[in-house]
């Protein structure tokens, strides 16, 4: 029987029951030369290209697909970590698949794979920064050490880095206790260069993160020794009012 491909959708085949099957081979089973199994290589990326589709994470989710992703993210071998992790971070976007991940205990191996190779450092930025949309996921994310690694990824060459960087770090600070770690990170530079980008995307997160950030008034001295305050005010006079209603957020923030 042929794997589908992601694009296909439930309308042509409804494959996850059958994928996520594939999670239980046994592991002995591999290519006597390359040591793979490539078996479970290919139900980890089938799965992965199924969670583009809304209605397929939907199908995963009840199928108990996030609990096998969870676990070839503790054990898998690096091509089906970094695909367990795409998957993961596709089945983040949908709020109610956010608790199940977080109890899968995903997050750990996420804010591992952070400090790996670059190919699965995207990835695992990506799913962390959408599972930090809720309260507890986010404390989960600051207590796993993840606050380091994504400072680390603002300072490195590579858009998708710094974007999802910036994303994961401002929801983050939506949180008391992540505040001040991200503070003492040195992360206030990079929130200062990032609102110098040309994407307003970028300006936009970093504003949000400066904002959040001065929630706490014991961040205020960090954030005004990182020069923050007059790249702020120049943000004022931008066309984009998205960007101008978080700037603004931001600078109320300050007495």
Not at 104 to 125: E, F, H, M, Y
Not at 201 to 229: D, P, W
Request: glycine share 6%.
């Amino acid at each position: 029987m042929p794997f589908p491909r992601g694009d296909l959708g439930l309308k042509y085949y409804t494959a996850e029951k059958f994928v996520i099957k594939r999670f239980s081979v046994d592991d002995s089973v591999v290519d006597e030369k390359t040591g793979r199994n490539h078996q479970k290589d290919q139900a980890v990326r089938t799965l992965a290209n199924l969670t583009v589709d809304k209605k397929n994470r939907a199908q995963i989710t009840r199928e108990e697909g996030i609990l096998p992703l969870a676990k070839v993210l503790q054990d898998g071998t690096p091509c089906q970590t970094g695909q367990a992790a795409r998957a993961l971070a596709n089945l983040a976007i949908d709020e109610r698949n956010i608790d199940a991940i977080t109890q899968a205990g995903a997050i750990p191996s996420l804010v591992s794979l952070l400090r790996g190779s670059n190919d699965k450092k995207d990835q695992a930025t990506r799913a962390l920064a959408n599972l930090a949309f809720k309260p507890d996921s986010r404390s989960v994310i600051v207590n796993a050490g993840a606050v380091e690694p994504h400072v680390s990824l603002l300072g490195m060459e590579g858009y998708s880095f710094k974007m999802l960087a910036v994303r994961a770090l401002a929801n983050l600070a939506l949180n008391a206790e992540s505040r001040r770690p991200i503070a003492n990170s040195g992360a206030v530079g990079f929130f200062v260069e990032r609102l110098r980008d040309e994407s307003d995307y970028q300006r936009s997160h970093a504003a949000r993160a400066l904002a959040n950030l001065a929630i706490g008034e014991e961040c205020h001295t960090t954030v005004i020794q990182g020069r923050a305050i007059p790249v702020l005010v120049t943000q004022l006079s931008c066309e984009d009012e998205d960007l101008k209603e978080k700037v603004a957020l931001a600078l109320a923030k300050f007495p």
